[in-house]
């Protein structure tokens, strides 16, 4: 048992040694100390990395925004406070946080004054991904921070610096609090900058952990006290910007999750031969979670609501509320939007079928689309419809007649008098008398 510990130990001695291959130690504080300092060439090159970002953002191109976090030194600041308190130099630490500070505002006031005067301001989904920020984004800044400051303890340099700087994204949240501040928009405002310190604290924590792994020679404290006040500041620090994270990680997840039950329960509950789901919408909130589905055709009565409302339970939504929208109810609410973003769907996305009521094609015009469905529930008989306009040729005279023809063919035909009462219903709906209609 004690070899084989022994043997366990001297394999992950070999494969996890970091003391192997570390550069001298003033190499290594020395590089990151003089990416700390924020000015001349540095500051320039945050300033054109800022409004590259922005530029990114604002057009949602992710190449665009990768180049920014390349060109972007914002790095070198958060290493060193990392560095600073790793080694027990404050007056590093205080040099990297005034350095911070300094280098955020700038970025700030740089993407500002760019979302202002750029004629573009939508919010794009590449900036909307960086005002709300989770537990994961805390992970993502922890193992980027110790990969960076494992590279800076090597010999020989690698590219995990720029892979770093683009995981850890700093660069993009400074952007869209300028956006923000552009838009008076608090709310992305304060979503950004929680991200860029979520990323800041933890790439500088990381730093922190890896300096005293790989056992940097560290300052010594004239006082005990004092390092016990900073090991204080440390983890204070770390519990403030960890718990709001967790939260908003809780609600990203129990949200994907309702909204995957919801749709399937629609999907799944909802097929009626009469009536047809025009839209569905999932609310989210803490206090109340709701499922809104808006109906045509024949109305559901009390029993099937009732029992809809019950069935909820399987599918992981108890407490949640069903609104079901129809009869005048839904004319309220409908939307012909809605309605024709919905036939679209189903003439696109289901494959014509023989003797079935998608026998429409792709090039049925939207207007008979809707007429077929309009027909469907009224006539769930109906296999398939189609209409054109043929030219009739008359013997008594050199003119030409044209005609509507509908043909219509059914599961099973109806009877005569419905019949009649299916080509009146054709010519009011098409604001059009003379419609010749035959049936199969």
């Not at 992950?12 to 192997?20: M, P, S």
């Not at 405002?189 to 300096?211: C, D, E, K, Q």
């Not at 569905?280 to 024949?298: N, R």
């Not at 005569?416 to 299916?422: A, M, Q, R, S, T």
Request: proline share 3%; net charge positive; hydrophobic share 45%.
């Amino acid at each position: 048992m004690m070899n084989t510990l022994k043997k366990i130990r001297q394999f992950l001695n070999y494969r996890f040694n970091l003391q192997e291959d570390r550069a001298d130690e003033q190499v290594i504080t020395g590089g990151i100390r003089k990416n700390v300092d924020f000015k001349g060439a540095n500051l320039w090159a945050l300033i054109f990395a800022i409004f590259i970002a922005s530029i990114g953002l604002n057009v949602n191109s992710t190449a665009v925004i990768i180049g920014a976090m390349l060109i972007s030194p914002i790095m070198g600041p958060v290493m060193g406070i990392g560095l600073g308190i790793g080694i027990n130099d404050l007056d590093l630490v205080k040099k990297g946080l005034k350095n911070l500070l300094v280098a955020s505002v700038i970025g700030i006031l740089a993407s500002t004054v760019y979302f202002l005067i750029t004629p573009l301001h939508d919010a794009q989904s590449e900036l909307l991904a960086r005002t709300s920020p989770s537990i994961w984004d805390v992970f993502i800044a922890s193992f980027g921070g110790m990969a960076g400051m494992v590279a800076a303890t090597r010999k020989e340099k690698s590219n995990v610096i720029p892979g770093v700087a683009i995981a850890t994204a700093l660069m993009p949240p400074l952007c869209t609090a300028g956006f923000g501040i552009a838009m008076g928009n608090w709310y992305f405002f304060l979503g950004a900058i929680y991200l860029y310190f979520i990323n800041s604290v933890f790439i500088a924590i990381a730093a922190f952990v890896i300096a005293r792994y790989v056992k940097l020679k560290r300052h010594h404290f004239e006082d005990i006290a004092t390092e016990k006040k900073v090991n204080r500041y440390i983890i204070a620090i770390v519990i403030i910007t960890v718990l709001p994270s967790i939260f908003m990680a809780y609600r990203i997840v129990d949200k994907s999750i309702f909204e995957t039950n919801a749709r399937k329960f629609v999907a799944e509950q909802f097929n009626f031969n009469n009536t047809q789901v025009v839209s569905k919408s999932f609310a989210y909130s803490t206090k109340q979670k709701s499922i809104e589905v808006l109906l045509i055709g024949a109305e559901l009565d009390k029993h099937v609501l009732d029992t809809l409302n019950k069935k909820l339970e399987r599918y992981s939504l108890k407490g949640v509320v069903l609104h079901v929208r129809q009869g005048l109810n839904a004319q309220q609410h409908i939307d012909l939007s809605q309605i024709k973003a919905s036939i679209l769907e189903d003439v696109f996305n289901q494959a014509p079928k023989e003797d079935t009521v998608q026998t429409v094609t792709l090039k049925t015009s939207l207007e008979d689309s809707t007429v077929l469905k309009e027909m469907k529930v009224l006539y769930p008989q109906i296999r398939s419809y189609g209409l054109s306009k043929i030219v009739l040729q008359r013997t008594d005279t050199l003119k030409a007649d044209t005609q509507r023809i509908a043909l219509i063919r059914f599961q099973k035909r109806p009877s005569e008098p419905e019949i009649k009462k299916l080509q009146e219903w054709l010519e009011v709906r098409y604001k059009q008398g003379g419609i010749k209609l035959i049936t199969e």
